[in-house]
């Protein structure tokens, strides 16, 4: 369960995020849906505790994000904005350092990755070095050793990004089983057809704030469009024909 | 402690990624191997020419010109006369004779006369290994030359002493172990440019080319304190640094124990108890290179960029060992404190024979440590820097 409540971050003279308030709740997939350089990043990186925020506050399953970093951590999981991988460790090795840097024992950390190897269709690969690897491969191997410590809130920035048809497939696969698990996903994307494929809500983010919060079906009854790629743009503002939206 | 099992994951993390690359590996054994391999050349070739000073082989032309001085010089210890060249000038401008004497032919005729004889002496003035032997030749035709001076003095009934107001003697002080010492001067300077060169890579590796990399990140959402993160690297840093000190030493202590000492007059002597006070000074120290380095990389974007930037934070540390050649530093125990200027001090007494106080020793190490603790610290805050973590 996260919490996010009048957040705003200040980068110079620009108000980055303006007043963000979002809850995404256990067991559903919350999608978090903007334009390029509307804030979405910059939301996620105040929840996973790396960047302080100017106002506001964020809970991640009732731990202040702001005052207790560390212990917002241990029931996170996240893959971050930039994967960045270590070019001469293998697949396995990523997994099994973050499982220590989370305090898990020897016998838990092998186990673990040797299920996260099999669930992601890591298996051929697990054990060669990583800097022979495709987008899609390095997206698993980021994303599994974000979930290596089973965390009940998983998110994602830009999952999709750069992968292929079989890749997104098998990632929207995991999404989707984390869900079931009773999870809180959240991932953010600009990309239409992923939200809808996977949401059961979607909060559209557009410049700092969010302007609407919804089921898929809210979203287009309140726009009073079929097509949720045109709920979108409307509600990004992204066109002009129709004012304020906000 | 709570944090040690992911202070050293972090470490051996690091440490695998680091040995894994070979580039670091070629580094480190490179700088280890050259520097003594090269040092045991210049020594060894200095003692080469020491000895042919001793040994000397002089050429000379037109020996038959004065045969009681040529027989004279044939029986000075060490000296061998063989007929010089036809063409004097061009056998040493051609390298095959590092010097030539040359006798005029009216020698035995202006001596005959009380005259002033002449000599020609055909050097080549830039060949450094020459100097011995020009020098060891002037003096023994200095020699020869005052013991004429004296028996014509006598011969006329003049006391030599009139013709000497002055006579200057040599009195050599200094031991056999503090001229030693002065040519070890260098290895204090070794054993640090070892230290950064091993931790070195390491160092930039783990935190610019983390950044780099854009590895930062995802291993800051880790739920681990940063100076963990920052003491793991460190230690991993140190490890390499550590180990590129001993094996510097090893391999620069196995090259000088196989010069021929004994040619430059200095008896070699340095007991395993003195190597083992030069580890126990330098060890602290590669622990604070390292910091020094991790820190400093911190700052940096990029892997290129950080070297950038050590290329002249490297000097720093060396720049006191390189004067310690010309300024000794020995003697001052009250720089001990200060990191690197007091190893060089303390490794300086150490080598000349007069090992300074434990307690020196302690409070050099835990200075040092000290402030590598301080550095972390500080490269601990900078990682939690926005414009660090996500700046790329």
């Known amino acids: ?246 | 402690m709570r944090w040690t099992g992911a202070l050293l994951a972090v470490a051996r993390k690091e440490l695998v990624d680091g040995i894994r690359d070979r580039r670091s590996l070629v580094t480190l054994v490179f700088s280890a191997l050259l520097t003594p391999l090269l040092l045991g050349v210049m020594l060894t070739s200095t003692a080469g020419s020491a000895r042919g000073a001793e040994d000397l082989t002089l050429p000379v032309v037109g020996a038959e010109h004065a045969p009681d001085f040529v027989q004279w010089l044939g029986q000075q210890t060490g000296v061998k006369i063989v007929p010089g060249p036809a063409d004097p000038e061009q056998a040493v401008l051609d390298r095959q004779e590092d010097l030539v004497l040359i006798i005029e032919d009216d020698f035995m005729v202006r001596m005959g006369r009380a005259q002033t004889a002449d000599l020609k002496l055909v050097t080549e003035s830039t060949r450094e290994r020459a100097r011995p032997k020009i020098a060891r030749v002037r003096a023994l035709v200095g020699g020869y030359a005052g013991q004429l001076a004296s028996l014509r003095l006598i011969a006329r009934g003049v006391a030599p002493g009139i013709a000497q107001p002055i006579r200057l003697e040599d009195v050599e002080v200094s031991s056999s172990q503090a001229r030693l010492a002065t040519l070890l001067s260098f290895l204090p300077l070794l054993l640090v440019i070892a230290g950064l060169v091993g931790s070195m890579q390491i160092a930039i590796d783990s935190t610019a080319g983390e950044r780099e990399r854009g590895s930062l990140e995802p291993l800051l959402l880790n739920p681990v304190p940063r100076w963990v993160l920052a003491a793991g690297k460190w230690l991993a840093a140190s490890a390499l640094g550590c180990a590129s000190v001993v094996l510097s030493l090893i391999i620069t202590v196995n090259v000088l124990r196989r010069i021929p000492w004994h040619d430059l007059g200095i008896r070699f002597r340095v007991s395993d108890g003195e190597l083992f006070s030069l580890l126990l000074l330098i060890l602290p120290l590669a622990l604070f290179l390292a910091a020094m380095v991790l820190f400093a990389s911190t700052f940096a974007r990029s892997f290129k960029e950080a070297q950038g930037y050590l290329g002249m934070l490297m000097l720093l540390p060396m720049l006191p060992g390189m004067l310690a050649t010309f300024y000794p530093l020995s003697r001052r125990p009250w720089l001990a404190p200060v990191p690197v200027l007091g190893q060089y001090a303390l490794a300086s007494d150490v080598l000349g024979g007069q090992p300074p106080g434990a307690w020196l020793f302690l409070l050099a190490g835990v200075s040092a440590l000290a402030c590598a603790v301080l550095l972390v610290w500080l490269t601990a805050r900078a990682m939690s820097r926005e414009r660090i973590i996500f700046g790329r």
């Open chain 1, 1 to 246: 369960m996260i919490a996010i409540d009048g957040l705003q971050k200040r980068f110079g003279d620009v108000l980055a995020v303006r007043g963000v308030h979002l809850t995404a709740k256990d067991g559903t997939v919350t999608g978090l849906l903007g334009p390029n350089g509307a804030g979405k990043t910059t939301t996620l990186r105040m929840l996973s505790g790396l960047m302080r925020p100017d106002a506001g506050t964020i809970r991640v399953d009732d731990v202040d994000v702001v005052a207790d970093p560390v212990g917002a951590q241990r029931v996170m999981g996240q893959l971050p904005d930039s994967r960045g991988l270590y070019p001469r460790l293998t697949a396995r090795e990523h997994i099994e350092y973050f499982a220590q840097l989370h305090g898990l024992s020897r016998a838990v950390t092998k186990e673990r990755a040797a299920r996260l190897i099999t669930r992601l269709g890591l298996e051929t690969i697990a054990d060669r070095r990583v800097a022979g690897f495709s987008q899609g491969e390095r997206t698993k191997v980021a994303l599994a050793r974000a979930l290596v410590h089973q965390p009940r809130n998983v998110i994602l920035d830009e999952p999709t990004n750069g992968l292929d048809v079989m890749s997104t497939r098998a990632m929207r696969e995991v999404i989707r089983g984390l869900r079931d698990d009773g999870c809180c996903v959240m991932f953010s994307s600009h990309i239409m057809q992923e939200v809808s494929a996977l949401c059961d809500r979607i909060v559209v983010i557009a410049d700092g704030r969010v302007v609407a919060d919804g089921t898929p079906d809210d979203l287009r009854a309140q726009t009073d469009r079929d097509n949720l790629e045109d709920a979108f743009v409307l509600l990004a503002g992204l066109e002009h024909d129709h004012g304020a939206s906000a």
